[in-house]
């Protein structure tokens, strides 16, 4: 895989997301919780009067990392199917090159990690891997009742 990748910590674990896929980083004023959504559903907001659902990745991850910063919540806004959605991340690291293919994932990450990770990329930050935004505003699968 060649091109950008936009590094993020999730979680306190850093990882990748395309560049290409990625409209613009801000960081949120405002929030409004949605009653009933999934947990991983972290709210909605304006951007440029455009409605913004916030995933929390990692939740969509289901991460046992340590909890977000506080400040305000920082997203990678992404267009899938029409609706923006902003990746809400711990913190936006840098934009590196992609060197070579994606390589797969040789060790057993826990949660959605495995789910959500297209493969490994060599970077100048060292391997990290990049996440598939369709997965992580899919979120978890849905478990079933007993």
Same mark, same amino acid.
């Given at each position: 895989?060649?091109?950008?990748?936009?590094?993020?910590?999730?979680?306190?674990?850093? +990882?990748?997301?395309?560049? +290409?896929?990625?409209?613009?980083?801000?960081?949120?004023? +405002?929030?409004?919780?949605?009653?009933?959504?999934?947990?991983?559903?972290?709210?909605?907001?304006?951007?440029?009067?455009?409605?913004?659902?916030?995933?929390?990745?990692?939740?969509?991850?289901?991460?046992?990392?340590?909890?977000?910063?506080?400040?305000?919540?920082?997203?990678?806004?992404?267009?899938?199917?029409?609706?923006?959605?902003?990746?809400?991340?711990?913190?936006?690291?840098?934009?590196?090159?992609?060197?070579?293919?994606?390589?797969?994932?040789?060790?057993?990450?826990?949660?959605?990690?495995?789910?959500?990770?297209?493969?490994? +990329?060599?970077?100048?930050?060292?391997?990290?891997?990049?996440?598939?935004?369709?997965?992580?505003?899919?979120?978890?699968?849905?478990?079933?009742?007993?």
């Amino acid at each position: 895989m060649n091109g950008l990748l936009l590094v993020v910590t999730i979680g306190g674990c850093r +990882a990748a997301i395309r560049a +290409a896929e990625v409209q613009s980083v801000v960081e949120l004023d +405002a929030m409004a919780p949605v009653p009933r959504a999934p947990v991983f559903v972290a709210g909605l907001a304006a951007l440029r009067s455009r409605a913004l659902t916030v995933i929390d990745c990692a939740r969509s991850l289901e991460s046992t990392g340590p909890v977000a910063p506080k400040g305000p919540p920082t997203v990678a806004v992404v267009e899938r199917d029409g609706h923006l959605y902003g990746l809400l991340v711990d913190a936006v690291d840098d934009v590196v090159e992609a060197g070579g293919g994606l390589a797969e994932l040789r060790t057993a990450p826990q949660g959605g990690w495995k789910r959500a990770a297209l493969g490994v +990329a060599e970077t100048a930050m060292g391997p990290l891997p990049v996440l598939d935004t369709a997965v992580l505003v899919a979120g978890p699968p849905a478990r079933e009742a007993a």
